[in-house]
């Protein structure tokens, strides 16, 4: 049985899907004005792990992520305020909407760069707040006509007061900074009202409800329901977000459909550095660039990760994610041994219904770590190689650790071996077999293993 804590009622549920054997689940995706940091990193790997939960109990997924790439350009006093123009007065650039896209698009291309890197799997859709418009103005033109939306001279603004249920995921007074994205107007009916649309006679779209931006909230509404339907099953994204901008977005989807918007809704916690959660705003934040140039895995983060549970704060440190390398690479080099005495594979039921506990409650990630290492300190002895192999290989599919693939030995190959590589590539090319194997001992020679698979030439520490 899968459970989850849902911030909507603050209590550990069992799932139930809207309809059985299918998932559809929305995560609130980057901004692309900047690389994300390690800290957004932890949302989207919550997202991947509740994905693959699911894909490994054998339910159809439907993923969606949003994609960020519009500011709300506004008066010069608001131009820190807005993190898309922030971006291109960052890199030198003009502020126009050509100019916003070519950021959105770089810093797009980038994520799922970065992603890929930590073996997060693409969503089935990552839909852009750019491309979604027609949607976005659909869902205000509703609330218009239900009279829950008022317009001010700066804007349209959703009246909270109109619905009885505002605030529902709780924690609606803490203060949520993360998605400041227009200025406070002092005309609004209600200190929470917020605005769906605002006006910008010099950059904004041309519409039927003015020239101007959506709001902040309202792309991940309209996105959500365009690709998941009115009511879907779970919504995800960091703490930061709950108090307001998850709490908006119930707001208008619910007012504007009268039908339930998700029905769970999952919060990581934040990555700190020190006692200060990971933010660009105080400075304080590191890339998974920074991470690689450093000299770790990407993976080894994700290792990390795995070992706090998402809703408990973790602290990111250098110590802290070297510890985790070597436990990573302690994992790879006993699956490289038990896959080295396997000849033939198999599942071990009794570690697979304890690690599936683990997962399924409420994504245990440390538990089901702990059941690792039990596996591994087991093997052959309550369990078998082949036992031991195949059900970490099984394991690894909800972890998405790629405990079977080669990447530290890749990572540092020396220059010369490098360039025997580049030869021994040719001469195979020129279906020259003899040199190729003559190229591969001169290799071997110098500590590495060379294979052909079909991805090309495969290299690991002999
Ligand atoms: P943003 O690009 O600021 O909208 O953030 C993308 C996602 O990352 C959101 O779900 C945020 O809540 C989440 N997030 C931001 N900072 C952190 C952090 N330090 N730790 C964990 N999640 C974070
Ligand atoms: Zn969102």
């Given amino acids: 049985m899968i459970k989850f804590h849902n911030t909507l009622g603050g209590k550990v549920e069992e799932f139930v899907p809207l309809t059985p054997g299918k998932v559809g689940m929305y995560h609130c995706g980057p901004t692309v004005y900047d690389q994300v940091h390690i800290g957004n990193l932890r949302s989207f790997i919550l997202a991947d792990l509740l994905r693959r939960l699911f894909e490994y109990s054998g339910y159809k997924v439907q993923q969606v992520m949003n994609i960020t790439d519009l500011g709300h350009l506004v008066s010069d006093g608001d131009v820190g305020e807005d993190k898309m123009t922030k971006g291109l007065l960052r890199e030198g650039l003009e502020v126009t909407s050509e100019n916003m896209k070519v950021l959105a698009d770089k810093y797009t291309e980038k994520f799922k760069e970065d992603i ?11 839909p852009k707040a750019s491309e979604h418009l027609k949607q976005q103005i659909e869902l205000i033109k509703t609330l218009q006509e239900k009279e829950i939306a008022y317009t001010l001279e700066d804007g349209i603004y959703f009246d909270t007061s109109k619905d009885p249920d505002y605030g529902k995921l709780g924690g609606i007074h803490e203060d949520s900074s993360s998605r ?16 769906l649309w605002k006006f910008d006679s010099k950059l904004g779209f041309e519409s039927e409800l003015g020239k101007g931006f959506p709001g902040w909230h309202i792309e991940c509404s309209a996105m959500s329901m365009e690709y998941l339907g009115e009511s879907f099953d779970i919504h995800t994204g960091g703490m930061d977000l709950a108090p307001i901008h998850h709490n908006n977005e119930i707001a208008q989807s619910e007012s504007a459909t009268g039908k339930p918007f998700a029905t769970y809704w999952l919060h990581n916690e934040f990555v700190n550095m020190g006692d200060k959660k990971m933010a660009k705003s105080d400075g304080n934040i590191l890339t998974i660039s920074t991470l690689i140039e450093k000299g770790y895995s990407p993976l080894a983060y994700r290792y990390f990760l795995l070992g706090s549970h998402y809703r408990t704060p973790t602290s990111f440190s250098w110590e802290a994610l070297e510890a985790s390398e070597n436990a990573y690479k302690r994992l790879k080099l006993l699956l490289k041994l038990f896959k080295s005495n396997a000849t033939n594979p198999s599942v071990s039921e009794k570690y697979k219904k304890e690690f599936t506990e683990a997962i399924e409650n409420d994504l245990n990630t440390p538990e089901a770590l702990a059941v690792v290492w039990k596996l591994a300190k087991n093997a052959g002895d309550d369990l078998s190689y082949d036992e031991a192999y195949g059900t970490l290989l099984d394991f690894d599919k909800v972890l998405g650790l ?3 693939e ?5 990572k540092d190959i020396p220059e010369q071996v490098k ?21 591969r001992n001169n290799i071997q020679e110098l500590g590495y293993d060379v294979k052909d698979t079909e991805k090309g030439q495969e290299i690991s520490v002999v």
């Fill in 116 to 126: 890929s890197k930590l073996n997060i799997l693409l969503p089935h859709h990552l």
């Fill in 402 to 404: 790629k405990l079977d």
């Fill in 180 to 195: 400041v994205r227009v200025t406070e107007n002092t005309s609004k009916r209600n200190p929470k009202d917020f605005a």
């Fill in 406 to 410: 080669n990447e530290f030995e890749v």
């Fill in 419 to 439: 360039f025997l590589l580049e030869e021994r590539l040719e001469a195979r090319k020129n279906k020259d077999f003899a040199r190729s194997d003559v190229l």
